[in-house]
């Protein structure tokens, strides 16, 4: 038995790069733009684009969040899904966070408080 009952059996060094989501894989992606295909635990085309001073999410290319960001990005957006995409009208939040050069280092979807997609830069 080692000294130290409390000694981490295994040295982790931070979090692991890349995307995370049995359900889910990365289409496209550059700069402010993702665009994820899901399949599971619901089927859709999932886009973000923060490109032109505003931020938009689109399932299945229906709008579902909008924001002007003239002056600030918002890192974190939150709402139901449509009917037509969820009959439940589950709760969606994404969650950003980037680099002083606006780069995404983390981008992160969550359905109902389970995550379905993280990327990790």
Known sequence: MSG???????HVDGPQKGQ????ARQIRAHFLYREIELEAPIRARFVYDGWWFRQKITFNGQLVWFRVSWLKIHREATFNLPAEI???????????????ALWIRRFQILLDGETIYDEIH
Do not use: M
Request: glycine share 8%; hydrophobic share 30%.
């Open 86 to 100: 969820d009959p439940e009208r589950r709760l969606v939040k994404l969650e950003i966070t980037f680099s002083p």
């Open 4 to 10: 130290n009952p409390f000694q981490p059996t295994v």
């Open 20 to 23: 995370f989501g049995d359900g």
